[in-house]
């Protein structure tokens, strides 16, 4: 039992009076966290209600008004086709996924290296990876964008897809590595001395051993960092410079700023942006929560 | 969405503009560059978006060169800047701003109009003077304008006008007079769009150039007379018996989260309730296209010239430049053919734009109302372009935020606004 | 982070030079394999030179000149910095309350990051008493999982200022309460993001709070209640002091949100109304991306990384004590 669940126990009143209060106590306390969970709910239901309502509906009436309720599947169907949010929806999907994997690889070689292999100032660089987790995106974008206009013109890469997908596997690598060498760290050394006996290369030893017993940790950095590029807008600002490709949080900001009261275009529109997210934590809540505990820091 | 004026440095562009056709207009646009396709960028969208999507057909059977039309409805100057950073310009764009056009032309992202073949001196017959002026940036033409609408309509419902017994005001006394009475008959006269807080300063730059003067004016805009001059605090509070809590439908707070397209909704909406809504002539297309279909010029849409300030008439207008940021093939004829009477007629037609081409005739426009908004600039004493689009990048929004502020009933600190301006004039060099 | 075996404690910690040799020789050999070192170590040692460590000696250097197109073209000395904190949209201390972007930052900071905190702290130990504790939790963490932009979008909602839209509004409304104009008015505007900010984040410092709590030992506190310590006293004596590490990680996370913060304000207000919500990432897209005052911007990136910096130090310096995670 939680030390605090405990507490409750172990201080049960005795007197009718000492009962009433603490009654009253147990009552005052799911009131509470019902105020917190409404809240917390509202808001988001609210929009959700929202989206599934006709546009006259929404101009007259609050989506609260439930006698009022004819649900629709009209919004998303026009958000969808007229405002091209199945394209940015493509668009994100084909932003997240490279943004995601690359790192993944990335980071677990380098935290590999940090972690199981020996090489001059490896400490000292490894404090520099810890430094860079502060760096912010800011200080990078004109120097980035400069460059690519000026030393890699024919790769236009802010024209496709390349400068985002380098910039996010780049900014995530501080976090990535910091985490997974973290992890990597904990793993018995006995496993691994026994491959090296063995005469297994790093290679070996990474392929075979390392990431398959690491696949919980690697996975729940994974969903991380997944649902930060989905999420994300200034580096689509900066870095996706094609209409035809912009992701769907751009594509909401334009809709906000463009038509600030088509509500049901703009409900449908923001839970397009939700939903898979919103499925991801929830089938894969243990991971997600994991990823954060251990770093903390993004 | 911010609109682009400019000013007219020359004060007569009297009758040159609704000169009848003397077809002298542009030069034939080459076509060595068919079948390449180039890329124009602006901010227009919805009802403006078509009618200039017919100029790009329009060019394209004419020339074989397609031009795609990049709408950038939202955080365009941004969107502009960012890509010229990437590498990644639009050939074509429209410049949003003349503080703008100096900051690209400076930067030397922009391609000289003469650099790109077109004979600059060859264009000075298709402008009444001026025009040409405005596109030009230390003396070298850079872009060339395309479109202008006046800002000094006063948009009105001639229907409700009546009901209630009133009538268009002849000057300024009259006007404050006019919302007084409205408000008396029990309904808020006027919307407001205060979030869009360009549409405050169009209000400002109207009085001001009808009660400081054209010359003045043209000092304030470019940096050369302090905005703690008494004729800036002047015109702010001439503007304030205007914009009142009691004359704006839903008071001054809620217009101050209101845009520019919903306070059109407020006057011309089907279910709208006010009876006034002051912007450029652009607000016909809008609201007609847009907001509600149903309207019928000269019954419940119209406009009236915005009232005299004491003996001044200055009109103020504002207008789009477009400029070239690459030679890619079919840049050179598109801008050519943008300065033809042909691009001009098809543009007037939509009744979207009045065209700043001497030689589209005044039959080209569509309705009573553009045909009037031409005269108008065309009769005017003086001209004054858009003054927030005059002002270096960011300058038009610092006005703006003053005159938010300035309608609350806030004071505004022109001295520390003053050095805020003068330090933006100084970065752009 | 996931759970080890308890055998596995003993060899936590590899940075620590003593050693068995089982974990020396599994460290790898003396000699370093050059060929498998880079193989591993290159794409991200690439990647970070070219995309954080370049870029940031370059924006540094940047803001000591003009910048015209992100190129060096004049040098202008400490003049961008001068002109920043001149300026007064990024600091205005000549009135009272003060304002300006950096002010607007000093104000999430401590409203936000307290707030958070306290939230965090007080849900984690409420939340424990009942059944519906998990439940509670996934409630509050949802908004962690939603893009800012998409949270944007629910919050302009209920802020609409028409009370047929907005909840607050028909909230105050069904009072008799005048509607507010909770985004365009610039006395409130900064409080009402605040509001935002704090509602996405409390769930966050909840789950690590309470995961925080729970792992202090029963036993100890058991003791503390046995010799007749009551509620109050064992949260402030002894189960604040034993999360003070926790929160502080918490706090350092939030802080950074906090000198990072730029979605959220420009996706709902655009730095608006005029300027009054305006925070200092935003002046630096603003000025670097808008207005093309390369060196400029780059200034107002060099403060960002300035303020970020003790937190670099803080970072480092605890991570060397050995308090991994």
Redesign the interface.
Known sequence: ????????A??RPRTPAGRAVAALNRTA??V??AL??I??????V??LV?SFRPRAD???????DIFNLHLTLENYSQVLQAQGMFQAFLNTVFIAVPSTLLPL???A??A??F??????FR?TLF?I??????????????????G???LF?DF?L??NYG?IW??H???A??FG?FLLR??F??L??????AA??DGA???RI?RMIVVPVSV??IAAYGIFQF?WV?????MA???V???SKYPM?RA???L???Y??E?HL??A???L??IV??V??FSL?RY???G??????? | MMRITRPLTIVSLVAVLVATACSSGGNAPGTGASGSTITVMSLWGGSEQESFQKVLDAFKTKTGVTATFDSQRTNYSTVLQTRLSGGNPPDIAIIPGIGFLRQFARQGSLKKVADLGVDVNALKSNYPPGILEIGQVDGTQYAIMVKFNSKSTVWFRPDKFKTLGVSAPTDYAGFTKLLGDIKAKGTAPMGLGAADSWTLTDWFENIYAKQAGPEKYDQLFSGKLPWTDASVATAVDTMKQAIKDDYVVGGITAALGRSFTDAIGQAFAANGTAVIYYEGGFVGGIATGQTNTALKVGETIDWFDFPAVGSGKTVTIGGDVIAAFTTKPGVKEFLQYMTTADSGTVWAGTGAVISPIKSVPATAYPNDLAKREAAQVANASAVRFDGSDLLPSGGGDNLGAALQTAIQGKTVDWAAFETAMQTKWKAEK | MGTTPQGLQLTRDYNALTGGKAARRARGPERPKWGATILFLAPASLLLLVFLIYPAIYTVLLSFNRGRNGTFNEWVGLDNYARLFADQDFLNLSTFPPSGALWNNVLWLVLYVSIVIFFGLILAVVAARVRYEAVLKAIVFIPMAIAATALAVIWKFVYSPDSNIGVLNAILGAFGIAPVSWLGDQNIVNFALIAVGIWGSVGFATVILSAAVKSIPAEVIESARVEGANERQIFFRMILPMVSLPISVLAVTLVVNVIKLFDLIFVMTGGGPGKASQVIAFTMFQQAFEAGQYGYGSAVAVIMLVLLTPIMIFNVRRFRAGSVT
């Open positions: 039992m939680s030390v605090l669940a405990e507490g409750m172990g201080s306390i799911h509470f966290l917190i969970g809240i917390w709910l509202v808001p988001t609210g929009l929202t929404i101009q007259s009436t609050g989506w609260w690889a990335i980071c070689m380098a590999y290296a972690s199981w292999m020996r090489f001059p400490d404090l990876v810890v430094g860079l987790l502060m760096v912010p995106v800011q200080v990078a974008f004109i120097p980035v964008l400069t690519m206009r000026e013109p236009q802010t024209r400068a380098l910039a596997t780049a900014f690598l501080p590595i973290n992890f760290i904990t018995p050394p006995d496993m691994i001395e090296r006996i290369s790093d290679v990474f919980p940790a649902l989905w999420n994300d807008l200034l600002l900066v870095f410079q094609d209409s949080t909401i900001q334009t906000l700023s463009q600030g009261t509500w703009l409900a529109g923001a839970f942006v939700m997210p919103l991801v934590f809540q997600f929560v994991q954060l505990l251990a770093g903390s820091i993004k």
